[in-house]
């Protein structure tokens, strides 16, 4: 449920990107980044059957080249994030991609790309996007997105709140966010209106990364971390008693997997994903990261349109 001072944010226009970061191989322990890598050595994507059917669907280039291209922005733990090596891509958002890919007789090539990047580039560098996109009709008009995760929003201050700051009413505060998503749209328009009710003024600090967005906030120079829940629950843990989440999670909104829109692939992504539903496959990767609360369990194509 949305707080009163969030009424307002329901007219946002979301051009901008959704999905926060928080890389915990920065603002966490090495512990954090080893626990991930272990859940993500238990997933064996040769244990995935193909989907005949859904494999006779791919476009004939994607075929014959093997694999699926995926952009992803690896700094956004649980989601999708770098082990501690620096290059090897973990996480429930990283392990869907090679269980879609092998459903599709496929294998897994997934880039980082800055996460601005990837929707621009799908049907070109990419095959599909799959990192965290919230759907959104503006979205839904320059590419296809399949949903398959259902996700809020949360807030998280320094442990104790000892700023005693206010969920409800955030005027007044320096709010962290990852620039280019929907929380740095919402802490602009939240500013907007905490000015034009001659309310104190917030102050909205952009950063690359969740992770640099996370440790201005245990720092100090930050009051107020905005991210998607997961990104908010993983930051709480891995800083351990530095950061607490305020309040409760809301604005929940589906996430998807972005295609060209129109595509083969988007068909045929969407029949492989809903297989992985069925059979349970998204659950057990799901529960491994302990983000299975917001599965969906169908896979549908532009659901927002």
């Given at each position: 449920?949305?707080?009163?001072?969030?009424?307002?944010?329901?007219?946002?226009?979301?051009?901008?990107?959704?999905?926060?970061?928080?890389?915990?191989?920065?603002?966490?322990?090495?512990?954090?980044?080893?626990?991930?890598?272990?859940?993500?050595?238990?997933?064996?994507?040769?244990?995935?059957?193909?989907?005949?059917?859904?494999?006779?669907?791919?476009?004939?280039?994607?075929?014959?080249?093997?694999?699926?291209?995926?952009?992803?922005?690896?700094?956004?733990?649980?989601?999708?994030?770098?082990?501690?090596?620096?290059?090897?891509?973990?996480?429930?958002?990283?392990?869907?991609?090679?269980?879609?890919?092998?459903?599709?007789?496929?294998?897994?090539?997934?880039?980082?790309?800055?996460?601005?990047?990837?929707?621009?580039?799908?049907?070109?560098?990419?095959?599909?996007?799959?990192?965290?996109?919230?759907?959104?009709?503006?979205?839904?008009?320059?590419?296809?997105?399949?949903?398959?995760?259902?996700?809020?929003?949360?807030?998280?201050?320094?442990?104790?709140?000892?700023?005693?700051?206010?969920?409800?009413?955030?005027?007044?505060?320096?709010?962290?966010?990852?620039?280019?998503?929907?929380?740095?749209?919402?802490?602009?328009?939240?500013?907007?209106?905490?000015?034009?009710?001659?309310?104190?003024?917030?102050?909205?600090?952009?950063?690359?990364?969740?992770?640099?967005?996370?440790?201005?906030?245990?720092?100090?120079?930050?009051?107020?971390?905005?991210?998607?829940?997961?990104?908010?629950?993983?930051?709480?843990?891995?800083?351990?008693?530095?950061?607490?989440?305020?309040?409760?999670?809301?604005?929940?909104?589906?996430?998807?997997?972005?295609?060209?829109?129109?595509?083969?692939?988007?068909?045929?992504?969407?029949?492989?994903?809903?297989?992985?539903?069925?059979?349970?496959t998204l659950k057990t990767i799901l529960d491994g990261w302990g983000a299975s609360e917001g599965m969906l369990t169908t896979a549908e194509v532009n659901p927002?349109s």
């Amino acid at each position: 449920m949305r707080t009163p001072a969030l009424v307002a944010i329901a007219a946002i226009s979301a051009v901008s990107l959704s999905a926060c970061t928080y890389a915990s191989q920065e603002t966490g322990s090495t512990s954090g980044s080893s626990a991930g890598a272990t859940v993500a050595a238990g997933f064996d994507p040769a244990t995935i059957a193909v989907n005949e059917e859904a494999a006779a669907l791919l476009p004939q280039d994607v075929v014959d080249r093997g694999t699926l291209r995926i952009g992803m922005e690896t700094t956004y733990a649980p989601a999708e994030y770098l082990d501690v090596d620096g290059q090897t891509p973990i996480g429930y958002d990283v392990e869907i991609s090679e269980a879609i890919a092998a459903a599709l007789g496929l294998e897994a090539d997934i880039e980082s790309a800055a996460f601005d990047s990837i929707i621009p580039s799908i049907g070109t560098k990419f095959d599909a996007g799959i990192s965290s996109f919230t759907i959104t009709p503006e979205r839904e008009q320059v590419a296809d997105m399949t949903s398959y995760l259902s996700v809020g929003e949360a807030y998280a201050v320094a442990a104790g709140n000892p700023a005693g700051i206010d969920a409800a009413d955030l005027c007044g505060t320096t709010i962290a966010v990852q620039t280019g998503t929907v929380q740095q749209d919402e802490a602009n328009q939240m500013a907007t209106d905490c000015a034009d009710a001659g309310k104190n003024a917030i102050e909205v600090l952009n950063y690359d990364s969740q992770a640099d967005a996370a440790t201005n906030v245990v720092g100090g120079k930050a009051d107020v971390l905005f991210a998607d829940s997961p990104i908010i629950g993983y930051a709480v843990e891995q800083t351990g008693d530095k950061l607490e989440q305020l309040g409760d999670a809301f604005a929940t909104a589906s996430q998807g997997i972005v295609t060209a829109q129109g595509s083969e692939l988007t068909d045929a992504l969407a029949l492989a994903l809903q297989g992985l539903m069925d059979d349970g496959t998204l659950k057990t990767i799901l529960d491994g990261w302990g983000a299975s609360e917001g599965m969906l369990t169908t896979a549908e194509v532009n659901p927002a349109s």
